[in-house]
């Protein structure tokens, strides 16, 4: 909006050319809006330069009502009279611009009417209640919503925050975000008479910010011109590497595509299944990003087949004919009609083999489908309007308010000012695929790909979420830095303590911006707590008991922290010949009624492990001689046992106090360093009875945030 363009005649930066869908050809705006200032039409006739924009809307809507775009045209070039772009072009071709893009993708009228208008209130003497009271409270919102704010008022924060402003907007009307896509993409199509900095800037921008808004709204039909524009700008090298490559691919006497092309229609044509075939060329950076992939580019690399159908049943019956009738390549095959994407794209993927070797990739949907594949949330038309049988009680359903949205909405709030805005909303925008996890309620939680744990506290809890001392995924404890799948269910585990906060380690695990300023703010305002320790640091002075010290709760020993207590001499094990020296092998601790065997070591000593112990296989390879073990009738045994935990205050004393009541005495014990808000404890303890093992074991597993207890395995070796 208010953009320095350049005449498209004017030398500028290369704009890409490939081969695009067949649209109509490209009107000579400048003639347009030239001929508009010779005088306005008639007031009861629509307006000669908006014909084409009235002709693309009537294509989608034919029982439109051109009436308000005729006003909206006549105020536009009336307020806009007078003012040029830099170009030298009349600056009404921008607006009119814009509204054709909108109207070739299928706007409905009051998004078309705000796009006409779209500059006005910024550049022109009209006031936004001025067009409220001519068109509406709708079409008021929508220029609103994409007017700049001013930066003798904002200064350097006047861009960030217009992005604010603008998303805001859009959270309410998914229409203000629509015009401003078509506006930058008009733009960008005109960018050439601008200084190459500030074109390096604005493609910045646009690759940034404008690029991931329209890919999540699933406006594709914007997005992959926006692509090539800025693929132009930012690296022209690679850019005319690529049409060069797409020209000399054009020039093949022979076409694989249509080669495929035609032996589907085949295919389907005998099966009685009507559809139409069409080839999709490749744009520039997807021609560029699988040259980067596969090196050496072949004709059936430059493009898709596109097979459109009627009917959602009829998407699968051609997916069955293709993979029948020839070769598939079902490592491609993808459903996005059962599983939709974030950004409402619906489409078959699958792939066929030809003889030469080359794959040919093929999308199935329906015509439906590919108007929304092409223009997103512009293909809904209306999103506010009630549908005919419900009644309308004032309530506005959007469709078209996705997860992603929602929480960008949510954590801009919390954004202290308009630097960490700017960079936060580049971070999230990056981001660019969704997964949804489940709660336990039923509810559910949409996330980027790559979100954990934390991620998932934050966006259910808000700031409640730094309690949160782990999670169960899938029904399994997990800690908070697990990273979630597509589908998962989690369940997250608070913890009691109101001081209880996050530690700086959280930020390491945290991918979404809601996350990373809540804990960003606790750790702020809490500067008194050792963020590198945060709630483990009771637990870091208990490093080992050793026998000679109490094994009571919170007791505390001064024994080699990390490493455990030699094998003990093994009590109540008979070996052959008698007199040998045994030892229980402290790797698995074996205990009556185990499995055992024995193998001679250093000094004659007989270690015993478990059958099943990895140590075993070991000892054989190595040619240690074995000897024959079995137990006594002693039941006493020694065993050590590992806990996993999370990590929460005064757990090392509910712990111990547990194994105490459980009848175990502590021979030796160590805590692990914490990693991740869990902690590893590692017990060698003696029992009366072997019986005892499992209750013990219970006990040590109802303790709270224990989440795991196993027998020790795959030490080292004594």
């Not at 015009?179 to 960018?191: G, V």
């Amino acid at each position: 909006m208010s953009a320095d363009a350049t005449n498209p005649a004017t030398p500028g930066p290369v704009v890409p050319t490939a081969p695009r869908r067949k649209a109509r050809p490209r009107l000579d705006l400048r003639r347009l809006g030239r001929a508009a200032l010779l005088g306005p039409a008639a007031r009861d006739r629509l307006p000669d330069a908006i014909s084409h924009v009235a002709e693309a809307h009537r294509a989608h809507h034919p029982d439109a009502d051109l009436e308000p775009l005729r006003r909206a045209y006549v105020l536009a070039e009336s307020s806009h009279r007078g003012q040029m772009r830099k170009s030298g072009e009349p600056y009404i071709t921008h607006p009119l611009a814009v509204t054709l893009i909108l109207a070739e993708l299928g706007a409905e009228t009051t998004t078309l009417t705000a796009s006409l208008l779209h500059d006005t209130v910024e550049d022109t003497d009209v006031t936004l209640d001025q067009v409220g009271e001519q068109f509406g409270e709708e079409v008021r919102y929508l220029v609103d919503g994409v007017t700049k704010l001013e930066k003798v008022d904002y200064g350097a924060a006047a861009e960030p925050e217009t992005f604010r402003k603008m998303l805001v907007a859009t959270g309410n009307d998914v229409r203000v975000m629509s015009i401003k896509l078509a506006d930058r993409l008009h733009n960008m199509r005109t960018l050439g008479v601008m200084r190459p900095e500030k074109q390096e800037r604005i493609a910045k921008v646009t690759r940034d910010v404008l690029i991931p808004l329209a890919e999540r709204l699933g406006v594709q039909a914007l997005k992959t011109e926006l692509e090539d524009l800025v693929f132009a700008i930012l690296h022209p090298e690679e850019y005319e590497h690529t049409r060069q490559l797409i020209v000399e691919n054009a020039s093949r006497a022979d076409d694989p595509l249509a080669e495929v092309a035609d032996e589907v229609r085949g295919v389907l044509k005998e099966a009685d299944i009507p559809a139409e075939v069409l080839i999709r060329p490749r744009h520039f950076v997807s021609v560029h990003r699988v040259s980067r992939k596969r090196g050496r580019l072949r004709g059936a690399d430059f493009g898709r087949l596109l097979v459109l159908v009627h009917e959602d049943a009829d998407c699968y019956a051609v997916l069955g004919e293709l993979h029948t009738c020839m070769t598939p390549v079902v490592s491609e095959f993808k459903d996005f009609i059962a599983v939709p994407k974030f950004n409402l794209y619906q489409s078959l993927h699958t792939a066929v083999a030809r003889e030469d070797g080359q794959v040919v990739e093929v999308l199935i949907r329906t015509h439906q489908m590919h108007k929304v594949a092409e223009a997103g949330v512009v293909a809904l038309g209306n999103p506010y309007a009630p549908a005919p049988d419900d009644p309308a009680d004032g309530e506005r359903a959007d469709p078209t308010r996705p997860g992603w949205l929602s929480r960008l909405l949510e954590w801009q709030r919390a954004a202290p000012d308009s630097d960490t805005f700017w960079s936060t909303l580049r971070e999230d925008l990056a981001q660019d695929r969704e997964i949804t996890v489940f709660r336990p309620d039923g509810g559910t939680l949409g996330l980027p790909e790559g979100a954990t744990c934390v991620d998932a506290a934050y966006a259910q809890y808000g700031e409640d979420a730094h309690a949160c001392i782990g999670a169960r995924v899938n029904g399994r404890l997990a800690t908070l830095s697990t990273v979630l799948e597509d589908g998962d269910t989690v369940q997250l585990l608070m913890g009691q303590d109101p001081a209880a906060g996050p530690s700086r380690e959280w930020l390491e695990h945290a991918h979404t911006p809601a996350a990373r300023i809540a804990i960003q703010r606790w750790l702020t305002a809490h500067p008194e707590q050792d963020a590198s320790a945060g709630p483990e640091e009771s637990l870091t002075p208990f490093r080992s008991l050793t026998a000679d010290a109490p094994a009571g709760p919170g007791a505390a020993g001064d024994g080699p922290a990390g490493r455990p207590a030699p094998g003990p001499v093994a009590a109540g094990v008979l070996v052959d010949p008698p007199g040998t020296t045994v030892r229980l092998a402290g790797c698995c601790t074996p205990v009556p009624p185990d499995e055992v065997t024995g193998f001679v070591v250093r000094g004659g000593v007989v270690t015993v492990h478990r059958v099943e112990c990895p140590a075993v296989a070991r000892m054989k390879n190595a040619g240690r001689p074995e000897a024959g073990v079995r137990w006594g009738d002693t039941t006493e045994c020694r065993v050590t046992l590992v806990a996993e935990s999370f990590v929460r205050p005064h757990l090392l004393a509910d712990l111990t106090e547990a194994m105490a009541l459980a009848g175990a005495e502590i021979v030796s014990a160590t805590v692990e360093p914490p990693t991740q808000q869990r902690v590893r404890h590692t017990y060698t303890v003696q029992l009366p009875d072997a019986a005892r093992l499992p209750a013990l074991m219970r006990a040590m597993r109802n303790v709270a945030g224990v989440y795991d207890v196993s027998r020790a395995r795959q030490q080292p070796e004594p």
